[in-house]
């Protein structure tokens, strides 16, 4: 599995845009960069997947690196409820989680 | 569609009984996994299945824990005898495959006293 790094905690102000980083330098050729959030006593939660490309959807921006070592969630106005652990997960068939990042939304 | 279903919420038993925790995944998926959550160990993957088949079991802590997926509608994971040690959220997610967003349950959460 690759490993991945992304930092233990950031914070950000309510709708404010967050930039979410993870590198993930010895991800294989096959492998998509798959993020996912767990918000507090809750399961996870699908967030956004990619595997060359930018992708968009209504939760989330997800930017690729062109040599694929890493990738950025963009959250374009984090709100109280985006309050999570986000995880940064490049994948085959399974998801390994790592510890992944602690999104603080202040107010 | 109702997503994944996992039952019971919440289960509360005495170390050495049996334990049963259950999945149903969305219709149509052909992967189903098996995850435990503890505050130490974070999220672990513990068995994969893919139509049905068990893929990789590596995870699976020990010869207590067994895993079953009879029909694609329906899975399994049992505890025998149960320890203190099990207890924690257990999460079952299923999906199309590679490529694809895997959906999560709520959860079980064992507590083993």
């Known amino acids: 599995d690759a490993k991945t790094t992304q930092p233990n905690s950031m914070e950000s102000n309510e709708e404010e845009p967050v930039h979410l980083p993870c590198n993930h330098s010895t991800i294989s050729g096959t492998d998509y960069i798959h993020w996912y959030r767990q918000l507090p006593s809750q399961g996870p939660e699908y967030v956004i997947h990619g595997l060359t490309s930018n992708v968009n959807n209504r939760m989330a921006s997800l930017a690729i690196a062109e040599d694929r070592k890493s990738s950025t969630l963009i959250l374009h106005r984090a709100t109280l409820r985006d309050a999570a652990v986000y995880y940064c997960i490049p994948s085959g068939y399974a998801l390994n989680f790592g510890k992944g990042t602690s999104l603080l939304v202040t107010p | 569609d109702a997503g994944v279903i996992q039952s019971p919420r919440h289960e509360v038993t005495e170390m050495g009984q049996e334990v049963t925790l259950r999945c149903k995944p969305i219709s149509g998926h052909d992967y189903l996994f098996w995850y435990r959550q503890t505050m130490m160990r974070g999220l672990e993957l513990l068995i994969y299945?893919?139509?049905?088949?068990?893929?990789?079991d590596s995870g699976m802590p020990e010869d207590r824990f067994s895993a079953k997926m009879p029909n694609a509608s329906f899975s399994t994971l049992k505890i025998q005898p149960s320890e203190p040690r099990d207890s924690a959220v257990y999460f079952c997610?299923?999906?199309?495959?590679?490529?694809?967003?895997?959906?999560f349950g709520s959860g079980t959460r064992l507590t083993v006293v």
């Open positions: 299945f893919n139509n049905n088949v068990p893929i990789d």
């Open positions: 997610a299923s999906s199309y495959g590679q490529g694809y967003g895997y959906t």
